[in-house]
């Protein structure tokens, strides 16, 4: 298989992530601000954009299909590989690489910057500043992002941490649907996805009880999606124009979701007719803008992939990670009014005072914390070797002792 041209890397997807943590992030500030109508005056009319705000949420489900579609694109390429495609093992030359290496990759793309956020988050708590200290099971579940396996823990500690178990435990899952993807096909594997939403949603009429909401098979068409999206992104390179018309009929798609769904405002599922229908409208405009970008260079290509937009994206995850306890610190920091105690506080003075501080520490985050294992991970994702005379670090026995020192910490503080 040949192999496209900007399949190895493409600085506009990695735009895609800018656009979707500023989407999410203007979700919260807007509600931190108290939910208010957001109006622009352009000459004599004013047109409301409040419905945008409303449904930032839809940032986090760029970030869903997203992953899907790049993992899936890595996965083809490393499969098309002289040494994957010769290897004796039927999963490696399926899957492109050993299960062992990938998932110690992703272990290093996710955790290290996650384990900052939970270790300043546990300081904060300890010292009376930001909510409470967890509990010892509560922490432990989280450390391994499994905590939405037990409800009472979805939403705790901090506001986007009930997200996280739906991206790693797709990333666990991933192998096994790529080689059903290669093997029988985008269909298959959208189907498979689609019955165990459809499974889903109806054992919550069933019970009457939303807890299978936060579990991957309600969420799984959305990484489906990507996937397939990607596969077919890899298999057929676009043309300048044919990618141009994807990529401005997903993003209208996209943006108009607010207003064709405008009675269906929460991130949660719906179960009318229109409420079916909700999230694969959102599938499809997210995966033609993405798959627009995957083709020869256009002028929506430009807009994600100039030097701005892509060095936001870079430090997206931290953003995401930390925007919400920043936002809820801004109070207790005097930078803004406390709502609580009866004070108010525009959504403009929000976005302004707190997007800089997010930026900034989101930077030191990426440049510290996430790059560092990052760059271990491309070379080994189990073992650094050293420079000169340094000795060798295993980074993945190094988070688990991380893993073990927060638990220990909490310990101290509970007794």
Known sequence: ???????????????????????VFVFHSWLNSGSPAIHLPILAQS???????????????????LSGFLLTRQAFLKSALGEAANSRSRFVGAFGEKYSRYLG???????????????????????????????????????GMMHNFIEKYIATMNGVFWTMPFEWQFYLVFPLLFVL??????????????????????L??????????????????????GMCAGAYAFQRPLTRSTAAMMFWGGLIALLATPWIFAGYTQVGHYYDLKGFLRPPWIQVGICLMLLGLTGERHAGVHVFGNKITVGIGLISYSIYLLHVPILELLPTLG????????????????V?????????????????????????????????????????????????VWAICLELFLFIHHE
């Open 47 to 65: 047109i409301d954009l409040t419905p945008l705000a409303t449904f930032g949420w839809l940032g986090l489900d760029v970030f869903f299909i």
């Open 1 to 23: 298989m040949e192999t496209p041209p900007n399949a190895h890397h493409l600085d506009a997807l990695t735009g895609v992530r800018a656009f979707a943590a500023l989407w």
């Open 204 to 225: 919550v009429i069933a019970m009457q009880d939303g807890y299978p909401q936060v579990l991957l098979f309600i969420r799984l068409d959305e990484f489906a999606a």
């Open 181 to 202: 993807l290669r093997q029988y096909g985008a269909w298959a594997l959208y189907g498979t996805a689609l019955v165990s939403v459809l499974c889903s949603k109806l």
């Open 352 to 400: 302004v005072t707190a997007l800089p501080l997010i930026l900034l520490l989101s930077a030191l985050s990426y440049w510290f914390i996430e790059r560092p294992f990052q760059k271990v991970g491309k070379a080994s994702p189990l073992i650094a070797k050293p420079q000169g005379s340094g000795v060798a670090v295993n980074p993945i026995l190094l988070l688990g």
């Open 105 to 143: 990759r992703r272990i290093l793309r996710v955790y290290p910057a996650y384990y900052a956020c939970i270790t300043v988050l546990l300081i904060l708590a300890a010292a009376g500043v930001y909510q409470r200290l967890p509990g010892k099971v509560e922490l432990l579940l989280h450390l």
């Open 335 to 350: 930078l803004v009014p406390d709502r609580a105690n009866g004070g108010t506080v525009a959504w403009p003075r929000i």
